[in-house]
């Protein structure tokens, strides 16, 4: 098996990475993928990847003012780590699976090929409550695993920053099971999409 394409050559929020995500189930979307089959998120997202899949990529995305401040503190929060494991983190814009197309990560950091890095910079309440349970929040454990799957990573620390307080890092575990998992997912929804695909296709044509 080859490993992971990794876009070295491509900087994460330019027009290429924009145009090379369009269509693609990626790990951010991770927890919306792995939950219900009926949920209205699902069918939204379905609805977006079609789209991207036909007319590229979807402009104007909403962005919260908590993924506003993780992509601000983002470089702070690696640096940090960096500093602390005494490790040096690169910066790739996006890897694709090695064999099932459309699926894929924008990482926070790779770490000397095996492992990986994905980053949080939430707000004071949020840091301490995983400062309490010293375990990562539910809504990432899917995008956690969907790096690792992805990646092939052999490792990944789910880094949670914030700059009053410093980092807290927290190794992320896939199994084995979980893998299969997110692969039939896919399976399962790649037939939801060229649904949707078709539709679009036959206006384009009409």
């Not at 809504?139 to 956690?144: A, F, G, L, P």
Request: hydrophobic share 40%; aromatic share 8%.
């Amino acid at each position: 098996m080859t490993g992971p394409i990794i876009h070295r050559d491509i900087s994460q929020g330019t027009d290429e990475w924009h145009a090379i995500r369009a269509g693609k189930w990626s790990a951010s979307k991770a927890a919306t993928i792995m939950g219900g089959l009926e949920t209205k998120g699902l069918a939204d997202l379905v609805k977006d990847v079609a789209w991207e899949r036909v007319y590229g990529p979807i402009s104007g995305g909403f962005k919260s003012a908590a993924m506003e401040r993780g992509n601000e503190l983002e470089p702070e929060a690696r640096d940090w780590y960096a500093f602390d494991k005494c490790v040096a983190v690169e910066q790739v814009g996006f890897v694709e699976h090695c064999s099932i197309p459309n699926v894929g990560w924008s990482p926070d950091g790779l770490v000397d090929q095996a492992g990986g890095i994905e980053a949080k910079s939430p707000l004071h309440r949020a840091w301490m409550e995983v400062n309490r349970t010293r375990k990562i929040p539910a809504e990432y454990r899917w995008q956690s695993r969907w790096a690792m799957w992805v990646g092939e990573l052999e490792w990944l620390d789910f880094v949670v920053y914030h700059p009053a307080a410093g980092g807290i890092v927290i190794p992320a575990t896939v199994t084995e099971s979980e893998k299969q998992q997110m692969a039939e997912r896919i399976c399962l929804l790649e037939s939801r999409v060229s649904e949707e695909v078709s539709l679009l296709s036959e206006r384009q044509a009409a």
